[in-house]
């Protein structure tokens, strides 16, 4: 695919944000990059414990949501999923054609982002496409749902680092009945530090970027 000249994505560290928020940014930026004022931006971060819906409604199943927790239905690609402080998120809300991507290209450039991270706290994932995501050995530890519109993605991945799997009981995890879901810190034993990841994936966005035609 031939790149679209144009301004370049910015990188924006986040920090804890909570989903609706999140949302409206992606909403804003994804409308700015739209009208060619904006080159858009990819925003890594972490939310409130909340759990969100994707759009293929049928496969969506929340069992019991927790006193508090807010369940949102979005236009992301996928079923139910979860977010909680922990859980490191990238949101990519870019023009693919301006970074030379396809769908199926940018979906596995932000697995391999996540993959890469993964291996830096010492865990070896797989990237899968059928059922999406990464794996370790049959357990779920990043899941990845996107949306395009008129060429430009929203949403994007979340990393399971450091956050209370149990959130997770309280759905299918992306339609997969049985499914175990498992983080960085579950596998190794070893607590993650959420601002120094974030420091981390910031930089190899911005490598990655700097790649792109």
């Not at 991507?101 to 865990?123: K, M, N, Q």
């Not at 990043?142 to 395009?148: D, E, M, N, P, Q």
């Not at 009981?169 to 974030?198: F, H, K, Q, Y």
Request: charged letters at 15%; aromatic letters at 4%.
């Amino acid at each position: 695919m031939t790149p679209e000249p144009g301004p370049k994505a910015a990188v924006r560290i986040l920090g804890r944000v909570a989903y609706a928020d999140a949302l409206a940014l992606q909403e804003d930026t994804a409308a700015a990059v739209k009208a060619g004022t904006s080159g858009g931006a990819v925003f890594i971060l972490e939310h409130d414990p909340v759990i969100t819906l994707g759009a293929n409604k049928p496969v969506n199943t929340v069992l019991c949501a927790p006193p508090g927790v807010a369940v949102v239905q979005t236009d992301r690609g996928g079923a139910a999923t979860a977010h909680n402080p922990g859980q490191l998120v990238v949101y990519p809300v870019v023009r693919l054609r301006a970074l030379g991507f396809g769908v199926r290209a940018f979906v596995a450039w932000l697995l391999e982002l996540g993959r890469e991270l993964l291996a830096d706290y010492g865990v070896a994932a797989t990237c899968r496409s059928n059922p999406l995501g990464l794996w370790v050995a049959e357990r779920k530890i990043a899941s990845l749902g996107i949306h395009v519109s008129r060429g430009v993605a929203t949403h994007g991945i979340a990393v399971n680092l450091d956050n209370d799997l149990r959130l997770f009981n309280a759905i299918v995890p992306c339609g997969l009945a049985g499914v175990a879901m498992t983080s960085a810190a579950a596998e190794t034993g070893r607590r993650v530090d959420m601002a120094a990841a974030m420091a981390r994936m910031a930089g190899r966005v911005t490598e990655a970027l700097a790649q792109r035609p």
